[in-house]
């Protein structure tokens, strides 16, 4: 009859019959694999080149020397190798990359225009002439009048007692209205109008853009490259309603033509400083190349990422930047605004212009390179562009368009411009700025160079891993032993493979 177990042989665990049981418990720890035995077995059966013939006993003491030798060489290549791939990544390299890129169409980008004259001389009533002769240098600051203003033909410069200065205004009902001055307009073979064209204030003063996107309009795109694809207008820049010039200031020019800006729909015109001249008498052709530009953030470039910080616009863009900054910088300095800078704040009377505006715009543009710190966005649209130019009216077109247009042929070339904005192709060009090290290729390059130096791998650093783990378990083993407190329940069991 076999006897149940009692509580109390339960909890002290099997029964021992006798002491010559607890001798194979002391024999089967002595199984347990040592330091020596475990780093050995490593060793023999590990990937590393070179490594098992350090310890081999075929091996001479010679021979093991040189193996040692060569083995520490070859890893000390690697950590040089391996160090200088992480310094190298470290340092944030980037290459630029460029593309061209070709489309079923494209487009037009917009395009910015503006007399280089700001005020018509015939428009000038005698309040204006008050209120803003100073500014154009045709009176003294009192109000007096210089005598070479009689080229204006004014007797009484005496202002209407309602009259109340609107700077704002005053550009607007002064400047060359598009009506008179656009002759002739053709987008894609299409005839446009003034219409078309949309009203910006610029330093220049009333100025006009083509396919602004503004108002809900659509943009418009082109369908090929070449003349006859894009925008073609002929203008008369009216130089018969050019202010005398007086003195030297910042309202009147020595020029004759217009001011061209050709941006994306996104940008502010910045055209006093990012335009270019067209000038009467002449055909213009304007080839334009659409270049994509994205760059990187830093560590690796330089760019603006993050959203711009303004109440006026919501793109960032180097000439919303600038135009901000300078908005603010007045605003500061002079308690004002010019006509073209955004925002509701009060603009700037003719006075303030001569006195303040004009010269801290001036200082500012010329000599401030710490005030108006600008990034470059990260992502920009720019239009390469090449001229060239013919000469407008030839002598057997002179009288045709004379009497078109019912001038004389002096005044066709001394005022009649034609502007031809066209794309050279339907391509645009990809400038890509891209990180030219990255983890990808530094785990790569430090794979490549242990194959190379010691035939390592991804799978032999995990037998590294596996032979510490072993080893860490041994310690444990002899600690527990160590303390005395060692039994087949209490360590762990390690025994021989």
Request: charged content about 20%; glycine content about 6%.
């Given at each position: 009859m076999v006897e149940a177990p009692t509580a109390e042989s339960v909890a002290l665990g099997p029964p021992r019959q006798n002491d010559s049981q607890e001798t194979p418990v002391k024999k089967s720890s002595s199984l347990?694999?040592?330091?020596?035995?475990?780093?050995?077995?490593?060793?023999?059966?590990?990937?590393?080149?070179?490594?098992?013939?350090?310890?081999?006993?075929?091996?001479?003491?010679?021979?093991?020397?040189i193996w040692i030798m060569a083995f520490f060489v070859c890893v000390s290549l690697l950590c040089t190798w391996s160090w200088n791939r992480i310094l190298y990544l470290m340092s944030y390299p980037a290459i630029t990359k460029i593309y061209m890129?070709?489309?079923?169409?494209?487009?037009?980008?917009?395009?910015?225009?503006?007399?280089?004259?700001v005020f018509r001389a015939s428009t000038l009533t005698k309040d204006d002439l008050y209120h803003s002769g100073y500014w154009m240098d045709l009176m003294y600051?009192?109000?007096?009048?210089?005598?070479?203003?009689?080229?204006?033909?004014?007797?009484?410069?005496?202002?209407?007692?309602?009259?109340?200065?609107n700077t704002t205004e005053m550009m607007g009902r002064?400047?060359?209205?598009?009506?008179?001055?656009?002759?002739?307009?053709?987008?894609?073979?299409?005839?446009?109008?003034?219409?078309?064209?949309?009203?910006?204030?610029?330093?220049?003063?009333?100025?006009?853009?083509?396919?602004?996107?503004?108002?809900?309009?659509?943009?418009?795109?082109?369908?090929?490259?070449?003349t006859g694809n894009g925008l073609e207008i002929m203008l008369d820049i009216q130089q018969d309603e050019y202010l005398p010039v007086w003195g030297e200031t910042d309202e009147t020019s020595y020029e004759a033509g217009i001011k061209v800006q050709i941006h994306s729909?996104?940008?502010?015109?910045?055209?006093?400083?990012?335009?270019?001249?067209?000038?009467?008498?002449?055909?213009?052709?304007?080839?334009?190349?659409?270049?994509?530009?994205?760059?990187?953030?830093?560590?690796?470039?330089?760019?603006?990422?993050?959203?711009?910080?303004?109440?006026?616009f919501s793109t960032y863009s180097i000439t919303a930047c600038r135009i901000d900054c300078e908005t603010r910088y007045l605003l500061e300095n002079c308690n004002c605004r010019m006509v073209h800078m955004p925002g509701t704040s009060t603009v700037?009377?003719?006075?303030?212009?001569?006195?303040?505006?004009?010269?801290?715009?001036?200082?500012?543009?010329?000599?401030?390179?710490?005030?108006?710190?600008?990034?470059?966005?990260?992502?920009?649209?720019?239009?390469?562009?090449?001229?060239?130019?013919?000469?407008?009216?030839?002598?057997?077109?002179?009288k045709y368009l004379a009497k078109k247009f019912n001038k004389t042929e002096q005044y066709i070339g001394e005022n009649i411009l034609v502007l031809d904005?066209?794309?050279?192709?339907?391509?645009?060009?990809?400038?890509?700025?891209?990180?030219?090290?990255?983890?990808?290729?530094?785990?790569?390059?430090?794979?490549?160079?242990?194959?190379?130096?010691?035939?390592?791998?991804?799978?032999?650093?995990?037998?590294?891993?596996?032979?510490?783990?072993?080893v860490s378990d041994g310690f444990k083993l002899l600690k527990c032993k160590t303390l005395n407190t060692y039994s087949m329940y209490s360590c762990p069991r390690v025994y021989k493979w």
């Open positions: 347990k694999p040592s330091l020596k035995e475990i780093t050995v077995s490593f060793i023999m059966r590990t990937k590393i080149h070179g490594l098992k013939f350090v310890f081999s006993p075929d091996k001479s003491k010679p021979q093991r020397v890129v070709w489309a079923h169409n494209m487009s037009f980008p917009a395009v910015t225009f503006c007399n280089k004259n600051p009192n109000h007096t009048v210089m005598e070479k203003s009689f080229l204006l033909d004014f007797n009484n410069y005496s202002p209407h007692p309602d009259y109340r200065i002064l400047g060359h209205q598009l009506e008179d001055m656009l002759l002739e307009c053709r987008f894609r073979g299409e005839t446009c109008t003034y219409k078309n064209f949309s009203t910006i204030y610029t330093r220049y003063g009333k100025c006009y853009t083509f396919n602004s996107g503004l108002d809900g309009n659509p943009l418009l795109t082109t369908l090929k490259g070449g729909q996104d940008e502010p015109p910045f055209i006093d400083q990012l335009g270019f001249g067209v000038a009467p008498g002449f055909q213009t052709f304007v080839s334009c190349q659409q270049q994509l530009l994205q760059y990187l953030p830093p560590p690796w470039g330089d760019c603006k990422s993050t959203p711009i910080d303004s109440e006026f700037c009377t003719p006075e303030q212009y001569k006195d303040c505006a004009d010269p801290a715009l001036d200082f500012l543009v010329e000599k401030d390179n710490d005030y108006c710190v600008c990034q470059t966005p990260c992502n920009m649209t720019r239009y390469g562009k090449e001229l060239s130019m013919v000469k407008i009216p030839s002598k057997a077109s002179a904005i066209f794309f050279e192709a339907l391509n645009y060009e990809k400038i890509e700025q891209k990180k030219a090290y990255e983890i990808a290729g530094l785990l790569g390059d430090i794979g490549g160079q242990m194959g190379l130096f010691i035939g390592a791998s991804v799978l032999t650093i995990l037998e590294i891993f596996d032979y510490l783990y072993e």
